[in-house]
């Protein structure tokens, strides 16, 4: 019956940008290799962070369990309101922030189809992202003020999601008018780990 269930998850939450498999090596890895980021991850996002008890509101987009997130700055925020498709993950998350910041009240929300592109045009839409972004904070119960949204890693996945989307010029325009809404908004606005999010070419360096 449980692998039964573990071939079921795994069929439906398995894809090029993640799924159990990331689940085994996070728990594998991150007391090791994954420790110096985490740590420097950690440092980063605290200096960002809001004051203590000032009742910040954080969107949080595709944090999975949360296994690389800094529960300690999780914490500054009031409220968090989080979206992502992994229910292994959902279920994680919440349990790790009741255990280690449980004066945050999480939310989770539908992500709705800012971060896909249009269905008739086949290309990521600047146009609707204001349109997009007003039902994430509709369905978060959030206002315009005190808000942080926050990527986690999701927009380095959406060239592997959709490959064709993310080949044609109009997805510069849309990564530039992501951050510009928020911005116009007066919205804080952060992105990790999406080296392949950047309009520039992945160079690696050869072995030697």
């Not at 992502?84 to 189809?113: C, E, M, N, Y």
């Amino acid at each position: 019956m449980i692998l039964a269930h573990l071939h079921a998850y795994s069929d439906k939450n398995m894809d090029v940008s993640g799924g159990i498999f990331y689940h085994f090596r996070a728990l594998r890895y991150q007391k090791t290799l994954w420790r110096p980021y985490r740590e420097s991850l950690a440092q980063a996002l605290l200096t960002l962070a809001p004051p203590p008890n000032t009742g910040g509101q954080l969107l949080l987009i595709g944090p999975s369990a949360g296994h690389c997130l800094p529960f300690e700055w999780l914490g500054r925020y009031q409220t968090i309101a989080a979206c992502d498709p992994d229910p292994i993950a959902r279920l994680w998350f919440t349990l790790r922030l009741k255990a280690r910041a449980p004066a945050s009240r999480l939310t989770w929300i539908d992500p709705g189809s800012l971060l896909r592109p249009s269905v008739t045009s086949k290309e990521f839409d600047g146009a609707r992202i204001a349109s997009q972004l007003d039902l994430l904070l509709g369905a978060a119960r959030f206002g315009a003020s005190l808000t942080t949204v926050f990527f986690a890693g999701i927009l380095g996945q959406l060239p592997l999601l959709f490959p064709q989307a993310t080949d044609h010029a109009s997805y510069g325009r849309w990564q530039t008018s992501l951050f510009a809404v928020l911005t116009a908004r007066g919205m804080t606005g952060l992105s990790l780990h999406d080296r392949l999010s950047a309009p520039l070419p992945l160079a690696i360096p050869p072995f030697s």
